[in-house]
């Protein structure tokens, strides 16, 4: 489903719980375990336990028994951080974190329908 929230964005988001690892361009043998909260054709919005700091390059790979097969192409994805937050509250990932990606992501069509 679309994020109702109003931003300046150029993409729709669709919210979803898919568990993916975070790997850091320049650290390729560590990875993080994260879950994308929402995607949309220009990025995702990642919870995890790591502060990634803005400016950084990352890999995003989701795991085969996901439902990542609703986007095509995000088995694997390069972008660059853009944002952190903080999140004190959460009870999963401690840290919010947008990623843009390098490349738009072509969203099949079953992407427009709700999770």
């Known amino acids: 489903m679309p994020d109702e929230t109003p931003r300046n964005r150029k ?7 898919l568990p993916c690892r975070v790997i850091p361009e320049k650290e390729a043998d560590m990875f993080i375990s994260a879950r994308i ?13 790591y502060d990634f700091p803005t400016g950084a390059r990352v890999i ?10 609703r986007f095509g192409g995000l088995d694997e994805v390069h972008g660059t951080v853009r944002w952190g937050q903080l999140d ?21 069509q079953a992407a427009s329908q709700r999770f």
Request: charged share 25%; aromatic share 10%; proline share 2%.
């Open 88 to 108: 004190t509250v959460s009870l999963m990932g401690l840290f919010y974190v947008g990623v843009e990606f390098d490349d738009l992501l072509p969203l099949k």
């Open 60 to 69: 995003i790979a989701t795991g085969a028994e996901s439902e990542a097969d």
């Open 11 to 17: 993409w729709e988001r669709y919210g979803c719980l």
């Open 37 to 49: 909260i929402n995607i949309g054709r220009g990025g995702v919005l990642i919870e995890a336990d």
